[in-house]
């Protein structure tokens, strides 16, 4: 069965970094896109970042753009999201999902597979 694990996640200071991962098995990684996408308390889950079976097509949600990059690495089967300047906003529970294509998707409907997410806190 395809599983994917996360970590990373933690307790930060605003303007610091954590870098997520998520380590995926049970299927051929590299013949599917990925995203992040994260829920905090009380909200909808939202798409975060994405990218293609092989990273070279990339996504990510307005208030994200320019502070966090996805990348992935095909031979370790990991997908990793780099997170800088991080602040209050950004405090949620942090999910990696697998597409069931490997074409970038954006919407949480095309992913059929979730972690069981990471906590980032980000204090002020």
């Known amino acids: 069965q395809v599983q994917l694990v996360e970590s990373g996640g933690g307790l930060v200071q605003a303007g610091g970094s954590l870098r997520l991962s998520c380590v995926t098995s049970?299927?051929?990684?590299?013949?599917?896109?990925m995203g992040w996408f994260r829920q905090a308390p009380g909200k909808e889950r939202e798409f975060v970042a994405g990218?293609?079976?092989?990273?070279?097509?990339?996504a990510y949600a307005d208030g994200v753009k320019g502070r966090f990059t996805i990348s992935r690495d095909n031979a370790k089967n990991t997908v990793y999201l780099q997170m800088n300047s991080l602040n209050s906003e950004d405090t949620a529970v942090y999910y990696c999902?697998?597409?069931?294509?490997?074409?970038?998707?954006?919407?949480?409907?095309?992913?059929?597979?979730w972690g069981q997410g990471t906590q980032v806190t980000v204090s002020s």
């Open positions: 999902a697998a597409a069931n294509t490997p074409v970038l998707m954006t919407t949480k409907t095309n992913y059929g597979y």
């Open positions: 990218l293609n079976w092989s990273g070279g097509n990339t």
């Open positions: 049970g299927r051929t990684f590299s013949r599917y896109a």
